[in-house]
């Protein structure tokens, strides 16, 4: 897999990879730049819910027709000094449907140990959370 990523100008950029897709990013103006296009770091945590999102769909596919609504919400945590790497990530899954619980910590627990390319390529840790239908899971569901 190769990535091309070309200098805009300023702190921006644009990148490309096999899908053919224009990718852009921009420092914020704090950092020099326009805020023209997302953080690298925001396209880390996008990117992250993204991969997870298609291995849970994948995993769940007989399942999507009851389900209305899945949104991930990605919080990750810096460290304080330069590189300012992320030291810990929250994933909060808002499911609604008629979908059991267990079957979506499933999902996320294939995803996890099995599927997921990007979560295996950080050096942060990664922990879930579901909302379903409006109620917080615990693992023992």
């Not at 200098?7 to 852009?24: L, M, V």
């Not at 079957?103 to 979560?119: F, G, N, Q, T």
Request: hydrophobic letters at 40%; charged letters at 25%.
């Amino acid at each position: 897999m190769i990535v091309k990523t070309i200098w805009e100008g300023g702190r921006k950029f644009t990148a490309q990879g096999d899908s053919g897709y224009d990718i852009k990013m921009d420092a914020t103006p704090a950092y020099g730049g326009m805020g023209e296009g997302a953080t690298p770091t925001e396209m880390l945590l996008a990117a992250l819910a993204g991969c997870i999102g298609i291995d849970v769909t994948m995993i769940l596919n007989r399942y999507l027709d009851k389900i209305s609504k899945l949104e991930f919400i990605t919080d990750g945590t810096r460290k304080e000094e330069a590189p300012k790497g992320f030291v810990a990530i929250t994933i909060t899954f808002v499911v609604d449907g008629d979908i059991d619980g267990k079957r979506v910590w499933r999902a996320i627990d294939l995803s996890e140990e099995k599927y997921c390319s990007v979560s295996d390529s950080l050096n942060a840790e990664i922990t879930y959370d579901i909302i379903l239908n409006g109620v917080k899971l615990t693992r023992e569901v």
